[in-house]
């Protein structure tokens, strides 16, 4: 058989091969390539070629080493790439690669893993919705000096059965921390009974938290309130500044003397559970509005827990946006991998005036109506979103004068370093991330615009 035929028999049985197979000699000519290697991009022929051209230099092989290139048909290919130096009497003359598909592989092992995570997602929700929770402290995304204070407290605070007040404004996650506590804490097993004071009638709430007796009133029952069916467990009032005064001081005395009566009974019962209540009100102006009466503030906020707005830990934002985006990849069946570099950017300069859950609600829209890109991009925000961002506010540039644009621009430009870096307390990391820019590139424009530490000190 001579050299011809021997080629191609080789050739035909290389095509025939799954696996992608590609020579090229010390001067970077191809010596031989099979019909697999056609169907990838140039730019990922290129790629490859440079890899094989660095084992003339190194002279070390590779094996297995994971690789995904895309097809001129921009299919996604996953392969498992070995590269070996050919070598003739000590010297290498020729580097051959060989890519293995394993894409059918890929695929499997992946839809195995999200089966994986449905039933570990089912089975721990089936655990939790026994004591009627859904969440616990790894809901709470971010990685902010405030939640991290606060989750600490939390957990502390968990231990034992004291009354917890949690403030914060509509969005933060107040229940979640409610949740959180309670299967933090020795009652975990226990139920978790949660109720909306500002969404139930005055003249409903009562019976609903202490229950009723037949007889007490037209068509009342023999029916257990919240504070019976919490049992040992946790009762969480939320929005408690819409509690009436009247209504405070009957909740004063349960949690004073830890007894109570249904309504139409004359028999006392225990308290066994913990009470946690939330408002989206400073307490103290509720008491200088006389809203709230002072000694029931005392009693339900022997804990008080803050949780800070989403404005104020910005650090956050792009952390929690990976957090639902991930959760809503699932539900709409995306496979989205990150945020393009507009979409960072606009989360970053928003206020967030509906925190978390506005967060929540604004990437659940987009991830819904994207066309299952890698990167989300800002095309898919609801329209209210856009609006609201990209509307310049009120006295946010400087008025105009005679300078020149560039002027101008560095004056907004050091206003908005001084106000970011005043707001970190000088830390250039956390400054850096607030502004949407790297750290060594803000270390650069403060030095530009010569911002030193005797600015800051005045800025405060």
Same mark, same amino acid.
């Given at each position: 058989m001579d050299t011809i035929d021997k080629s191609l028999y080789l050739q035909a049985i290389a095509n025939y091969m799954q696996d992608a197979v590609y020579v090229i000699n010390q001067h970077g000519d191809e010596l031989f390539y099979n019909n697999r290697i056609e169907r990838f991009e140039p730019s990922q022929r290129k790629a490859m070629l440079e890899e094989l051209r660095n084992v003339f230099i190194t002279g070390r092989p590779s094996f297995d080493k994971y690789k995904k290139y895309r097809t001129v048909d921009h299919r996604e290919v996953h392969m498992l790439s070995t590269v070996i130096p050919? @070598? #003739?009497e000590g010297e290498i003359v020729a580097v051959c690669s060989i890519n293995k598909n394993i894409t059918e592989m890929a695929h499997l092992l992946n839809k195995v893993s999200q089966l994986q995570e449905k039933i570990q997602s089912y089975c721990g929700s089936s655990n939790r919705l026994q004591n009627g929770t859904s969440y616990d402290f790894s809901c709470l995304v971010g990685e902010s000096p405030q939640l991290t204070r606060l989750i600490d407290k939390a957990k502390k605070a968990a231990l034992s059965s004291a009354p917890i007040l949690l403030t914060g404004e509509t969005g933060t996650g107040k229940e979640i921390l409610a949740q959180s506590i309670h299967n933090y804490g020795p009652a975990a097993a226990q139920p978790f009974v949660a109720l909306n004071c500002a969404a139930i009638p005055e003249t409903l709430l009562e &019976?609903?938290?202490?229950?009723?007796? @037949?007889? !007490?009133?037209?068509? !009342?029952e023999n029916t257990p309130g919240l504070l019976e069916q919490a049992g040992k467990g946790t009762l969480f009032l939320d929005e408690i500044n819409s509690m009436s005064l009247v209504l405070q001081a009957k909740m004063l005395r349960i949690l004073e003397e830890k007894k109570f009566r249904r309504l139409g009974?004359?028999?006392? !019962?225990?308290?066994?559970? =913990?009470?946690?209540? &939330?408002?989206?009100?400073?307490c103290h102006k509720l008491l200088a509005e006389h809203k709230m009466r002072e000694d029931f503030y005392y009693r339900i906020a022997v804990v008080n827990l803050t949780i800070s707005p989403l404005r104020e830990r910005r650090e956050d934002i792009l952390l929690l946006a990976s957090y639902f985006i991930n959760k809503f990849n699932k539900v709409y069946g995306k496979h989205i991998t990150r945020l393009s570099a507009d979409l960072e950017n606009l989360l970053l300069s928003h206020t967030w005036p509906g925190n978390v859950r506005e967060l929540c609600h604004v990437l659940e829209n987009a991830v819904s109506f994207s066309d299952n890109e890698a990167a989300l991009s800002s095309a898919y925000l609801p329209d209210y979103f856009h609006k609201q961002v990209l509307s310049p506010q *009120?006295?946010?540039? *400087? @008025?105009?004068t005679k300078q020149s644009l560039s002027q101008t621009l560095d004056e907004l430009e050091r206003k908005l370093i001084i106000d970011a870096l005043t707001a970190s307390k000088?830390?250039?990391? @956390? !400054?850096?991330?607030?502004?949407?820019?790297h =750290?060594?590139?803000?270390?650069? #424009?403060?030095?530009?615009l010569n911002i030193t530490k005797s600015v800051l000190f005045s800025a405060e």
């Open positions: 050919i @070598k #003739r &019976s609903m938290i202490f229950g009723t007796t @037949k007889g !007490a009133f037209t068509g !009342a009974s004359h028999q006392e !019962a225990a308290v066994n559970c =913990r009470i946690i209540s &939330s408002t989206n009100i400073d *009120p006295n946010a540039f *400087p @008025k105009t000088g830390n250039i990391t @956390k !400054a850096a991330l607030t502004l949407g820019i =750290r060594q590139n803000l270390q650069v #424009r403060i030095k530009k």
